[in-house]
């Protein structure tokens, strides 16, 4: 119903008797709306319907951006859009009703048909709190920056009663000691144990059903008796038993996934959990009618506390531990294997073990997770080096920055500083940051405030021109220290800048003037 159409027909109902309550509930608006139109003349109404065609709305500033994201995904949701919207406007406040119009009069006007592929489930009833966690697989194929294909791989949790979610990504398949791991994860996002777990029938956990006496593979057993976890897993063909998983693995394909460019597994699981906090446990839910972060804050209470830390079960059996060297090495048979930056100041020992295909496996005993793997060579006293642990890659870009700016006082400041020099050098932001993270390691807060500070004030956004202004600020407390206090200060020459007078000019040799001479020469 349009809004003269509506206008036209609270006209008729009031002139025929009714009350505005009444027609109202006949016309299934809101009383307010029955007033406002009562209020308005027909030359009122005309000219405000002309309004609407021709006002900004709220939206309009994003047009062009969703409305290539329509053309170029015709299936894609309103809600994604909000979503991405959101991502990459923080600040932006818009309600889900107006991004939904907004969406349909896009289709509408530029003819964008949306693509859909429904699926059916039943319903089924609340679980009381603290009941029942649900947990499922799934994969989606991304496109990279190189627009090759990837698999990726995830495992998703879901509390059933506050629809509070949990997940994590790998770019390789699962194996039973990736869930285990999982599950500890989600246990610690979570902040503790439902009383029951239900699964799919998948080969990690279930070997066989055996007439309702589950079968367990040999790892996931001993985690279950460790834990002391209810397992309650779904017959075939029966995916209603778990639907609000299955509703879940769908909304993290279609609103988190689907069209998003993969770079790699760390910024992938970080964007993951923005995503699960900007949306996915804070949305309204459909059927609740509630956001799961507020019920969750109610369910908690009823989880059971997780107390004890386990080790969790790895293959690595018949396996030594080898000390972690401050370069980041461990050694093994008279040679050196090379370890992700920051390991030294993580773990004082690994576990290591060789493969049946000579390979050396360096991995965390408590846990189970691979930290490196390297070919063994033939000979001796070799450095055996993985190019990829030249940087910290344990981290994505943005935990990083939040790292190193958290290393000084004024947190705001330096934030923005930090994020100045990640569009100037973008390409370069890991070396950058780690320059900068070496000089808070090596200067007290006082002197890196004043170097953010003069540094922002010339406009000096590099790690090396923070590094220089750092070394300028010690040099010039160590002067200050040896002068007399009663001594007059004696203003720079021609008041130049006393750090302009401390700066050298850089040199050249000779022989590059005289490279360039023959150059023009020629």
Same mark, same amino acid.
């Given at each position: 119903?349009?809004?003269?159409?509506?206008?036209?027909?609270?006209?008729?109902?009031?002139?025929?008797?009714?009350?505005?309550?009444?027609?109202?509930?006949?016309?299934?608006?809101?009383?307010?709306?029955?007033?406002?139109? /009562?209020?308005?003349?027909?030359?009122?109404?005309?000219?405000?319907?002309?309004? /609407?065609?021709?006002?900004?709305?709220?939206?309009?500033?994003?047009?062009?951006?969703?409305?290539?994201?329509? #053309?170029?995904?015709?299936?894609?949701?309103?809600?994604?859009?909000?979503?991405?919207?959101?991502? #990459? !406007?923080?600040?932006?406040?818009?309600?889900?009703?107006?991004?939904?119009?907004?969406?349909? @009069?896009?289709?509408?006007?530029?003819? %964008?048909?949306?693509?859909?592929?429904?699926?059916?489930?039943?319903?089924?009833?609340?679980?009381?709190?603290?009941?029942?966690?649900?947990?499922?697989?799934?994969?989606?194929?991304?496109?990279?920056?190189? !627009?090759?294909?990837?698999? /990726?791989?995830?495992?998703?949790?879901?509390?059933?009663?506050?629809?509070?979610?949990?997940?994590?990504?790998?770019?390789?398949?699962? &194996?039973?000691?990736?869930?285990?791991?999982?599950?500890?994860?989600?246990?610690?996002?979570?902040?503790?144990?439902? *009383?029951?777990?239900?699964?799919?029938?998948?080969?990690?956990?279930?070997?066989?059903?055996?007439?309702?006496?589950?079968?367990?593979?040999?790892?996931?057993?001993?985690?279950?008796?460790?834990? *002391?976890?209810?397992?309650?897993?779904? #017959?075939?063909?029966? =995916?209603?038993?778990?639907? *609000?998983?299955?509703?879940?693995?769908?909304?993290?394909?279609?609103?988190?996934?689907?069209?998003?460019?993969?770079?790699?597994?760390?910024?992938?699981?970080?964007?993951?959990?923005?995503?699960?906090?900007?949306?996915?446990?804070?949305?309204?839910?459909?059927? &609740?009618?509630?956001? =799961?972060?507020?019920?969750?804050?109610?369910?908690?209470?009823?989880?059971? =506390?997780?107390?004890?830390?386990?080790?969790?079960?790895?293959?690595?059996?018949?396996?030594?531990?080898?000390?972690?060297?401050?370069?980041?090495?461990?050694?093994?048979?008279?040679?050196?294997?090379?370890?992700?930056?920051?390991?030294?100041?993580?773990?004082?020992?690994?576990?290591?073990?060789?493969?049946? +295909?000579?390979?050396?496996?360096?991995?965390?005993?408590?846990?189970?997770?691979?930290?490196?793997?390297?070919?063994?060579?033939?000979?001796?006293?070799?450095?055996?080096?993985? #190019?990829?642990? &030249?940087?910290?890659?344990?981290?994505? %870009?943005? $935990?990083?920055?939040?790292?190193?700016?958290?290393?000084?006082?004024?947190?705001? $400041?330096?934030?923005?500083?930090?994020?100045?020099?990640?569009?100037?050098?973008?390409?370069?932001?890991?070396?950058?940051?780690?320059?900068?993270?070496?000089?808070?390691?090596?200067?007290?807060?006082?002197?890196?405030?004043?170097? /953010?500070?003069?540094?922002?004030?010339?406009?000096?956004?590099? $790690? &090396? @021109?923070?590094? @220089?202004?750092?070394?300028?600020?010690?040099?010039?407390?160590?002067?200050? +220290?040896?002068?007399?206090?009663?001594?007059?200060?004696?203003?720079? %020459?021609?008041?130049?800048?006393?750090?302009?007078?401390?700066?050298?000019?850089?040199?050249?040799?000779?022989?590059?003037?005289?490279?360039?001479?023959?150059?023009?020469?020629?």
């Amino acid at each position: 119903m349009d809004k003269w159409e509506m206008y036209m027909e609270i006209q008729q109902l009031i002139k025929k008797g009714f009350s505005k309550s009444k027609v109202a509930e006949k016309l299934g608006i809101s009383r307010s709306t029955v007033y406002r139109n /009562l209020k308005r003349s027909p030359s009122d109404m005309a000219e405000w319907v002309e309004t /609407l065609q021709t006002r900004r709305k709220k939206l309009d500033t994003h047009k062009e951006l969703v409305l290539s994201w329509l #053309r170029e995904h015709p299936d894609m949701s309103a809600a994604q859009v909000q979503d991405w919207l959101q991502e #990459r !406007n923080p600040s932006l406040e818009i309600g889900e009703s107006t991004v939904r119009a907004y969406v349909r @009069d896009l289709r509408n006007e530029y003819k %964008i048909e949306k693509e859909t592929s429904p699926r059916e489930y039943e319903a089924i009833p609340d679980s009381p709190m603290g009941e029942q966690v649900q947990v499922d697989f799934g994969f989606t194929k991304q496109r990279t920056i190189n !627009n090759k294909e990837v698999k /990726l791989s995830f495992i998703a949790f879901v509390l059933s009663n506050s629809r509070y979610k949990y997940k994590e990504w790998l770019d390789r398949p699962f &194996t039973t000691e990736d869930v285990i791991r999982a599950h500890e994860n989600a246990f610690k996002w979570f902040e503790g144990i439902p *009383r029951e777990l239900v699964y799919d029938q998948d080969s990690l956990i279930v070997v066989s059903e055996n007439g309702g006496d589950l079968i367990l593979t040999k790892e996931f057993q001993q985690y279950k008796d460790t834990r *002391r976890l209810n397992l309650r897993v779904c #017959r075939k063909a029966d =995916p209603e038993s778990k639907g *609000r998983i299955e509703n879940v693995v769908g909304f993290i394909k279609h609103n988190f996934a689907k069209h998003r460019i993969f770079h790699n597994i760390d910024s992938w699981n970080e964007q993951g959990w923005q995503w699960l906090n900007r949306t996915g446990n804070y949305k309204v839910h459909n059927t &609740t009618k509630k956001r =799961p972060v507020e019920v969750f804050s109610l369910e908690k209470q009823h989880l059971r =506390p997780v107390i004890q830390k386990i080790n969790i079960i790895n293959k690595y059996e018949n396996s030594i531990t080898r000390s972690v060297h401050k370069d980041n090495t461990i050694r093994y048979l008279s040679n050196r294997y090379s370890l992700p930056l920051g390991t030294f100041s993580k773990y004082e020992t690994l576990g290591v073990k060789e493969s049946e +295909d000579q390979y050396l496996l360096i991995y965390i005993p408590e846990t189970g997770e691979l930290i490196a793997k390297h070919k063994i060579p033939d000979g001796k006293g070799q450095l055996i080096k993985d #190019r990829n642990h &030249t940087r910290d890659r344990t981290k994505g %870009i943005d $935990a990083f920055l939040d790292t190193v700016a958290n290393q000084f006082k004024d947190k705001e $400041a330096a934030y923005k500083y930090l994020t100045t020099i990640r569009e100037k050098y973008p390409r370069y932001i890991r070396d950058q940051l780690q320059i900068i993270l070496r000089e808070t390691k090596q200067n007290n807060e006082d002197l890196l405030s004043a170097a /953010l500070h003069e540094s922002v004030r010339r406009k000096l956004y590099s $790690a &090396t @021109d923070f590094g @220089d202004i750092v070394q300028y600020i010690k040099r010039q407390r160590q002067v200050h +220290d040896t002068v007399n206090d009663n001594a007059e200060n004696v203003s720079p %020459i021609n008041s130049l800048s006393s750090w302009i007078m401390e700066t050298e000019a850089p040199k050249r040799e000779v022989d590059a003037y005289t490279v360039l001479m023959e150059d023009d020469s020629q």
